[in-house]
């Protein structure tokens, strides 16, 4: 069973630059048809979907954040991160990593548990 | 602002129907997946394609599809139905990931 955990700082300086790490368990990131993606929820917000990797190491990424996001992973270590520069207090969120699949639908059916992100000076 | 569509808001009376919808033009091409969250909690996918449920959600936990609108139909709503409900889908040009404002559910 692929299980996630998401890592990384929970306090973030404005103008600077946020990295989330997702760990992946029980699974590779380079294996099957997966992808595997960034989701984040603004306090007492709705979700929304930042970006993701696939399994070939393709991206693709929301555009109003294309300018500042990067994902990439590691896969010595089966991990892949988020790297988010110029952050405002707009970005402030619960970060999920997830895993999706895509086949006229996207199932997203494995979620890390979510890390809480706030940027504040 | 979202490109999926859902009413904020709905209750239902416990062991009662509830219908949650999303709207988008994107729902005409793209099959829409359903996910519920609960305080606290990450989302869990409940619905995917075309009514398909994930191994553990309930058979009272059905979808359905029409032109731009999908539904999610609970029969018999039990407490623990009680959540926020998000549709999701792809934009109207098949590439980004998108989803819904969210509903929230509650079971009187």
């Known amino acids: 069973q692929v299980q996630l955990q998401e890592s990384g700082p929970g306090l973030v300086k404005p103008s600077e630059t946020l990295s989330l790490t997702c760990s992946v368990f029980?699974?590779?990131?380079?294996?099957?048809?997966?992808?595997w993606t960034w989701i984040r929820q603004p306090p007492q917000k709705g979700l929304e979907w930042i970006g993701y990797?696939?399994?070939?190491?393709?991206?693709n990424y929301l555009s109003s954040l294309k300018s500042r996001l990067t994902i990439s992973r590691d896969t010595s270590n089966n991990q892949f991160s988020l790297r988010l520069t110029s952050v405002t207090a707009a970005d402030t969120a619960v970060y999920y990593c997830a895993r999706g699949y895509y086949s006229g639908y996207d199932k997203i059916d494995v979620w890390g548990q979510g890390t809480l992100v706030t940027v504040s000076s | 602002s979202s490109e999926l569509t859902q009413d904020p808001a709905v209750s239902v009376a416990l062991g009662q129907t509830v219908r949650i919808t999303c709207h988008g033009d994107s729902l005409r091409r793209y099959y829409p997946s359903w996910y519920q969250q609960k305080p606290g909690q990450a989302p869990r996918l409940v619905n995917y394609?075309?009514?398909n449920r994930p191994s553990g959600i309930p058979d009272r936990i059905s979808a359905s599809y029409s032109g731009n609108t999908a539904s999610l139909t609970i029969t018999g709503a039990q407490a623990e139905d009680e959540a926020d409900y998000y549709c999701?889908?792809?934009?109207?040009?098949?590439?980004?990931?998108?989803f819904g404002g969210g509903t929230k559910l509650t079971v009187l």
């Open positions: 394609g075309r009514n």
């Open positions: 029980g699974g590779s990131v380079t294996g099957g048809s997966f992808y």
């Open positions: 999701n889908s792809r934009d109207s040009i098949g590439h980004h990931i998108v």
């Open positions: 990797i696939d399994y070939s190491g393709n991206t």
